[in-house]
């Protein structure tokens, strides 16, 4: 069993920035990806970020030159460093793990982020 805790959401302007950090416990052997997704209100939830057990990261068009997700393996902790944020970021953000061969079976209780304008 994984658990996920996120922190690092709060209130910020347009224009400033966030890091997110997402710890992970438990049987995280079994972890290749860390993921990290936002959903805002009557929107649905989607992808931001990932990045793999071999250091491989991607992200959505609309985040990238602006977002980074990068990873502290001694901590067990995954981060995502926000910065330029826009109102369009305002959402609960999740991080979320996934096995090799598998979807995203662990979730975290999210934390909120709202870029006011």
């Known amino acids: 069993q994984v658990q996920l805790v996120e922190s690092g959401g709060g209130l910020v302007q347009a224009g400033g920035s966030l890091r997110l950090s997402c710890a992970a416990s438990?049987?995280?052997?079994?972890?290749?990806?860390m993921g990290w997704h936002r959903q805002a209100p009557g929107k649905q939830r989607g992808l931001v970020a990932t990045?793999?057990?071999?250091?491989?990261?991607d992200y959505v068009d609309s985040v990238k030159g602006r977002f980074t997700i990068s990873r502290d393996n001694a901590k067990n902790t995954v981060y995502l460093q926000m910065n330029s944020l826009k109102p369009e970021d305002t959402a609960v953000y999740y991080c979320?793990?996934?096995?090799?061969?598998?979807?995203?079976?662990?979730w975290g209780q999210g934390t909120q982020v709202t870029v006011s304008s």
């Open positions: 438990g049987g995280i052997s079994s972890i290749n990806t």
């Open positions: 979320a793990a996934a096995p090799l061969y598998g979807g995203y079976h662990y």
């Open positions: 990045i793999t057990k071999g250091g491989s990261t």
